[in-house]
T-cell receptor, first 111, second 111 residues
Framework: DADVTQTPRNRITKTGKRIMLECSQT?????MYWYRQDPGLGLRLIYY???????NKGEISDGYSVSRQAQAKFSLSLESAIPNQTALYFC??????????FGPGTRLTVT | LAKTTQPISMDSYEGQEVNITCSHN???????ITWYQQFPSQGPRFIIQ???TKVTNEVASLFIPADRKSSTLSLPRVSLSDTAVYYC????????????FGSGTRLQVQP
């Protein structure tokens, strides 16, 4: 079984809909992250959490919210999706010095 | 956070050694240097991390000069499967900071 799982893997939704992307990890790591990647570009950090009670905004948090339900679960929500949020979303986890483990990604399309 | 500069793209042929250099002029005393590899539609994968001098693992070597203002990822005898984007990250994942990914270097290996 994969250490970091993301659901759904693909999602198509309409403008204005609320969407939740979920991430679970079995590595026992304290830290979890959500990134967004647009075609041909690098990853941009949306939110990150250093433990269940410590959640921080990243570079591009506007339009997104997160919930750290447990150490192993970190969800990303788009309260009212818009087309320019169409992207590939990655969840990652880490423990200690910087080595992050990434999930398989969620491809989100907002029409 | 230390800003990094990498070449946008590089080309190589199978069997050659590839060196990708990353500049990080304002690296801080506590910062580590970390490299990730990303294949299309997959999350990045940790390659190597170092603080100073040279680090080698089964995949790559990382060369860091004494002033630490740059670093070079060395991939020995590349194959077609090494075609990917390579990211250099500089920082230390402590306190309330998280590292950020830049645009990376797109390596294309040809037969």
């Amino acid at each position: 079984d994969a250490d970091v799982t993301q659901t759904p893997r693909n999602r198509i939704t309409k403008t204005g809909k609320r969407i939740m992307l979920e991430c679970s990890q079995t590595k026992g790591h304290d830290r979890m992250y959500w990134y967004r990647q647009d075609p041909g570009l690098g990853l941009r950090l949306i939110y990150y959490s250093f433990d269940v009670k410590d959640i921080n905004k990243g570079e591009i948090s506007d339009g997104y919210s997160v919930s750290r339900q447990a150490q192993a679960k970190f969800s990303l929500s788009l309260e009212s999706a818009i087309p320019n949020q169409t992207a590939l979303y990655f969840c990652a986890t880490s423990e200690g010095r910087d080595e992050q483990y990434f999930g398989p990604g969620t491809r989100l399309t907002v029409t | 956070l230390a800003k990094t500069t990498q070449p946008i793209s590089m080309d190589s042929y199978e069997g050659q050694e590839v060196n990708i250099t990353c500049s990080h002029n304002n690296i801080a005393t506590n910062d580590y240097i970390t490299w990730y590899q990303q294949f299309p539609s997959q999350g990045p994968r940790f390659i190597i991390q170092g603080y100073k001098t040279k680090v080698t693992n089964e995949v790559a070597s990382l060369f860091i000069p004494a002033d630490r203002k740059s670093s070079t990822l060395s991939l020995p005898r590349v194959s077609l499967s090494d075609t990917a984007v390579y990211y250099c990250l500089v920082g230390v994942d402590t306190g309330r900071r998280a590292l950020t990914f830049g645009s990376g270097t797109r390596l294309q290996v040809q037969p």
